[in-house]
């Protein structure tokens, strides 16, 4: 009898210790909402967004279960910094380019004109002081910001007729973004910002004269070798694009430690991956592009990327100047770090890249 009365009593408590840990469990458990700034799995950017949302959630070993929402879905692709700042979603993928309105001194986080490649990006920000600026700037808006991939190299983006001077340039309607359309439009390019959808759609009514958006890949993807066949090389208004995530800090702080370090470890393990598909895919895109649609690629003649560049340089000295004192240390810091790496690479990938282009057998 005391056995049954002891067994009885044990599964009752079972039972109490499962129905107490059930809720604890659930409660554990975080559903986000990821907002984003591209149509759902575009080549590149809707892929890596995915992919993060993906690497979240696992990482979290399912503690953080992230939906994503293409553009338009849940808000305007424009929209998602403001959405996530004010709470609407936990977090967004989109580019630093996309936030000028907000602070200048943002764009240099994404991309610069003349400025940083890829690995020097992020190395500014792991190792010469980027992050905390980064850190800093968001925590204005109620986020907190990480880098989760970059484009590589952009292009600098399909023509309809050819350039052959800086003159070829003025008054030309061109779509691009962030601190290259203030470079862009101070050797008077008339300069318009909108998605890449709507950049296909511009190039094909005539309502642009040319555009970038990304590259090969993605550019392919969204077809603009349909109404254009000029493709322009090098982008040097984005010598490297960075892809970044921004949380809600509000929803950031509430995580425990290890699902902070979670999404952090999420987005910086994409870095690399994202980035080299992008490397991968643009070259197999680019082969296609010209073998099978007729592209035609061309380099931008000297005296135009002399051009650009001063007028980049002008962009840069003003941004010096500005009346933000933030903004001011975010490029002084970018500054330092862009003439230290470009002295050293001189002798590191520059070398390397002339080497491989001399003329021997291999």
């Known amino acids: 009898m005391q056995r049954r009365r002891f067994l009885q009593s044990a599964a009752a408590g079972t039972v109490a210790t499962t129905a107490l840990a059930a809720p604890a469990i659930a409660q554990d458990k975080r559903e986000w909402k990821m907002v984003t700034a591209w149509p759902k799995n575009l080549p590149g950017p809707g892929v890596a967004a995915q992919m993060l949302a993906d690497r979240i959630t696992a990482l979290s070993g399912g503690r953080i279960e992230v939906k994503l929402y293409a ?182 702080n509430a995580l425990p430690d290890d699902l902070k370090q979670a999404v952090q470890y999420a987005c910086e393990s994409l870095y690399n991956p994202v980035w080299t598909e992008y490397t991968t895919k643009h070259a197999q895109a680019l082969t296609q592009l010209v073998a099978e649609q007729g592209v035609q690629v061309k380099k931008l003649p000297d005296d135009v990327m002399v051009a650009l560049g001063n007028a980049a340089g002008e962009v840069i000295a003003e941004l010096r100047e500005d009346s933000d004192e933030l903004v001011k240390r975010i490029v002084e810091s970018f500054l330092a770090y862009r003439e230290s790496v470009s002295n050293y690479m001189v002798y590191a990938d520059n070398g390397q890249m002339n080497a491989r282009n001399l003329d021997y057998k291999y």
């Open 71 to 252: 553009a338009g879905e849940l808000v305007p692709g424009n929209g998602v910094f403001d959405a996530v700042s004010e709470g609407t979603a936990e977090l967004y993928h989109a580019v630093p380019a996309y936030w000028g309105s907000k602070s200048k001194g943002i764009l240099l986080f994404g991309s610069q004109p003349f400025g940083l490649r890829a690995d020097e990006q992020v190395g500014w920000l792991t190792h010469g002081g980027g992050q905390a600026l980064y850190d800093e700037m968001y925590a204005r808006f109620d986020l907190k910001p990480f880098l989760c991939g970059n484009s590589g190299p952009q292009w600098a983006g399909w023509f309809r007729n050819e350039i052959n001077s800086v003159d070829d340039l003025k008054g030309l309607r061109f779509r691009t973004a962030g601190l290259a359309s203030e470079m862009c439009a101070k050797i008077g390019m008339a300069v318009q910002a909108m998605g890449g959808r709507d950049m296909f759609q511009a190039l094909q009514s005539g309502a642009l004269d040319a555009g970038e958006f990304i590259g090969p890949w993605t550019d392919s993807a969204l077809g603009f070798y349909q109404v254009s066949k000029n493709y322009y090389w090098p982008g040097v208004g984005e010598p490297s694009s960075a892809e970044e995530c921004a949380v809600n800090m509000d929803a950031y």
